[in-house]
């Protein structure tokens, strides 16, 4: 508090000091009233940001379109937790536990994505690639159980699917769609898992996940 008073003193002492030196100059009390207009104006100006920073901290804290524990991606792609919603800007922590200061109005003027808002219920993929000789027909049958086994996968709003995306270079490529409640990060490692099951599943049926391969001629 000691501190604060001595300063609040420094800065009465210097405003007397130049309110003395601009009259000892001739500037009179009119001259006075259009300067301190003009540095009135400047703060003024200078402090809309906090302003509109604080207005906007409340609208979020009223509305309720992000709240603490959300996952929101900002439109710069960086994404996190929202740890909390302060007067001037909203704390979010990465994945990798950094903090992120984002002013309040980017909630207000900009499109971002909040996974968690209503439900925290969210859809994934794990994809992998067989061989062109694989019965693909059987492979609906032995990896859909063995995906649904999986503690953390649910069978709402929709049941785990098998699609074929394409015929690629060297393989038939697939995805898995399947829906877990929370985001995959932390001790949330669903498609980690995932992958871990689809990858055993293929070997114990003898399904080829075929590499890359070059053919290279000759020509004599």
Not at 154 to 182: H, V
Request: aromatic content about 10%; proline content about 5%.
């Amino acid at each position: 508090m000691k501190i604060v008073n001595y300063q609040f003193l420094q800065i009465l002492i210097f405003g007397a000091a130049a309110i003395m030196a601009m009259s000892a100059a001739g500037i009179g009390m009119g001259g006075l009233v259009v300067i301190f207009s003009a540095m009135s104006l400047g703060i003024g100006l200078g402090l809309q940001p906090v302003a509109a920073n604080f207005v906007s901290g409340m609208i979020l804290l009223f509305d309720r379109t992000v709240r603490v524990g959300d996952f929101v991606v900002l439109p710069d792609g960086q994404e996190g937790h929202v740890e909390a919603i302060n007067m001037r800007s909203t704390t979010v922590e990465t994945t990798d536990g950094k903090d992120i200061m984002v002013p309040n109005t980017t909630f207000i003027e900009n499109s971002y994505e909040n996974w968690t808002h209503k439900d925290p219920r969210q859809r994934y993929e794990v994809y992998f690639t067989v061989s062109f000789d694989t019965d693909i027909d059987t492979l609906e049958d032995i990896l859909i159980p063995a995906i649904s086994e999986h503690p953390s996968v649910l069978q709402e709003p929709e049941e785990p699917d098998l699609e074929l995306r394409e015929f690629g270079d060297y393989g038939i490529k697939f995805a898995i769609e399947f829906w877990c409640s929370g985001i995959d990060d932390g001790p949330n490692k669903f498609t980690s898992d995932l992958n871990f099951i689809v990858w055993r599943t293929l070997k114990k049926h003898n399904i080829e996940i075929p590499f890359p391969q070059r053919v290279i001629r000759t020509i004599k």
